[in-house]
């Protein structure tokens, strides 16, 4: 205000060219002290819900909770899943030996089936053989025998 005062008395010199002002009085700095110190009462006065402070470290503290309640929660869905990998994998190595050892156990019998069938075979063929040659020797028997 003092300098608005002072560019109206000189209009025709610039704010450079007026004389500096020294500091600031004590009443002045008495005035300003006298109401930084009456906000700061309201302020302290007021619940401690209403102050911005309280407000940032409560939603500091929601978030941190939110965070870290994420990353146990994903942490835990990690090792659960690890868990269930593992035990299929354990579950498909036990058919799969399951299997292979079936497959070997029918393998055994089917190769004992062909040996069966190829010992009948064999058989077979020695009675058709042995019956030719008795036939055989019946019909020379029975040709001689007229």
């Known amino acids: 205000m003092k300098t608005n005062n002072v560019q109206q008395q000189v209009p025709n010199k610039s704010i450079w060219d007026l004389p500096r002002q020294g500091p600031y009085s004590n009443e002045e700095k008495l005035q300003w002290e006298v109401a930084k110190l009456q906000q700061d009462v309201s302020n302290l006065q007021k619940p401690w819900i209403r102050q911005p402070g309280s407000w940032i470290s409560i939603v500091t503290t929601l978030?941190?909770?939110?965070?870290?309640?994420?990353?146990?929660?994903?942490?835990?869905?990690?090792?659960?899943?690890?868990?269930?990998?593992?035990?299929?994998?354990?579950?498909?190595?036990?058919?799969?030996?399951?299997?292979?050892?079936?497959?070997?156990?029918?393998?055994?019998?089917?190769?004992?089936?062909?040996?069966?069938?190829?010992?009948?075979?064999?058989?077979?063929?020695?009675?058709?053989?042995?019956?030719?040659?008795?036939?055989?020797?019946?019909?020379?028997?029975?040709?001689?025998?007229?």
């Open 63 to 146: 978030l941190a909770l939110v965070v870290g309640g994420y990353n146990l929660n994903l942490a835990s869905y990690q090792k659960e899943r690890n868990l269930w990998a593992a035990d299929k994998a354990q579950k498909e190595a036990i058919e799969a030996s399951e299997l292979r050892d079936k497959t070997l156990a029918e393998k055994k019998r089917a190769q004992v089936d062909v040996q069966d069938a190829q010992n009948q075979l064999k058989n077979i063929k020695q009675q058709a053989h042995s019956l030719k040659r008795a036939a055989w020797s019946s019909r020379t028997f029975l040709i001689v025998s007229w």
